[in-house]
């Protein structure tokens, strides 16, 4: 057990409606693990898929056992949310990755019932998940990223070869699509040609109503960096990933054994050190609190640095790039969420602090 003061009371928040259901799952038996390292009592509350709440002791151990049907006396319709009765709690860490966690709405729910809670606000939050915004936000702020252009479903849907010609006007292949609202890679496809260009597009959309079409970087090194505080947060060593397919897909994050993390990443020390100038300016310029990963493109032939997004609730699995890189920073996973546990109480006591008065 860590040595600390204090003892926190904990609600781990995991589960969630996205398709990154199962890979929260992983995540928070992490967080909880690493939360009762540090000593702190962890109240687990699973959502399942369809969006019930399970507070009930083994709601866990069904989300686990991928039962998320609802438990007895849940009041919860499928169709109708009413809001939990949560138990007495100091705080909560959000586990959720992707839509209906990571993008604000969580945030604001805990907000709106005064619960502290690890990670960043609603502003951030929402900024982050939408890759589209986000990018006007870094370019603002003058962080370097590859040529893009964002296609809405209206205008695909109405004049697909218009939308098309437009993108091939304006971009080179190869050409990535992403939807603009999702993370873990899903809906993202690499494309060379018209041929694929159509097809990936309809992939993207059945995930959001907007996609993010960007040019590909040239023999790409893929490096992420860990952040980590509020005012002045710090950047960590940076990693890379070598991903077993062709790009760090789903598949290569969570399902194949053959993508490697090396950490530290192979880089000179200018390099290693912009990289982390970069990350905090872009955890900065979407105003993130607590924690975030930042993930870049290296060009492999001219080593021009491009980044690519911001991950406000980054995965903490057990090949999660996020507390692996504080590890080897000098952090270990337990020190590590008790810091993001003081992180939340403190920007929490800062805004109760605030008039909400004349």
């Known amino acids: 057990m860590m040595a600390q003061q204090v003892r926190y009371r904990v609600g781990v928040l995991f589960g969630g409606r996205s398709s990154e259901h199962a890979v929260s799952l992983a995540s928070a038996?992490?967080?909880?693990?690493?939360?009762?390292?540090?000593?702190h009592e962890v109240i687990p509350i699973g959502i399942s898929p369809t969006g019930q709440w399970l507070l009930q002791p083994d709601g866990w151990l069904r989300l686990a056992a991928g039962e998320p049907r609802p438990l007895p006396h849940d009041k919860t319709a499928q169709n109708r949310w009413?809001?939990?009765?949560?138990?007495?709690?100091d705080l909560i860490f959000p586990v959720l990755h992707g839509p209906y966690g990571e993008d604000g709405t969580v945030q604001g729910l805990l907000e709106m019932v005064g619960l502290p809670y690890?990670?960043?606000?609603?502003?951030?939050?929402?900024?982050?998940?939408?890759?589209?915004?986000?990018?006007?936000?870094?370019?603002?702020?003058?962080?370097?990223?590859?040529?893009?252009r964002v296609v809405r479903q209206q205008e695909w849907q109405a004049?697909?070869?218009?939308?098309?010609?437009?993108?091939?006007?304006?971009?080179s292949y190869p050409l990535f699509l992403k939807p603009a609202n999702m993370g873990s890679?899903?809906?993202?496809?690499?494309?060379?040609?018209?041929?694929?260009?159509?097809?990936?597009?309809?992939?993207a959309l059945r995930y959001d109503r907007k996609v993010l079409v960007e040019e590909a970087v040239p023999a790409a090194r893929e490096i992420e960096v860990s952040v980590l505080g509020n005012e002045q947060p710090e950047a960590s060593v940076a990693g890379e990933i070598v991903p077993a397919n062709e790009f760090y897909d789903y598949n290569a994050k969570y399902?194949?054994?053959?993508?490697q993390l090396l950490i530290p990443a192979r880089l000179e020390e200018s390099e290693q050190q912009q990289l982390q100038r970069y990350a905090v300016r872009a955890f900065q310029a979407l105003?993130?609190?607590?924690?975030?990963?930042?993930?870049?493109?290296?060009?492999?032939?001219?080593?021009?640095?491009?980044?690519?997004?911001v991950n406000t609730l980054p995965g903490f699995t057990h090949i999660s790039m996020y507390p692996k890189l504080w590890e080897a920073s000098g952090l270990s996973c337990a020190m590590l969420v008790h810091r993001l546990l003081e992180l939340a109480m403190e920007r929490f006591q800062a805004r109760q602090a605030l008039s909400t008065g004349r």
């Open 255 to 259: 399902e194949s054994a053959g993508s």
């Open 185 to 203: 890679s899903v809906g993202v496809s690499k494309v060379v040609s018209r041929a694929q260009l159509e097809p990936a597009m309809w992939t």
């Open 29 to 39: 038996r992490t967080v909880m693990h690493a939360l009762r390292q540090a000593g």
């Open 159 to 171: 004049a697909p070869t218009t939308a098309v010609q437009r993108i091939e006007q304006e971009l």
């Open 118 to 148: 690890v990670g960043s606000g609603v502003l951030a939050s929402a900024a982050a998940m939408d890759k589209a915004i986000a990018r006007r936000l870094f370019a603002s702020d003058g962080l370097p990223q590859v040529r893009y």
């Open 287 to 309: 105003e993130c609190e607590g924690m975030a990963r930042v993930d870049f493109l290296l060009d492999g032939q001219s080593g021009r640095i491009y980044l690519n997004e």
């Open 82 to 89: 009413e809001p939990p009765t949560l138990p007495p709690l």
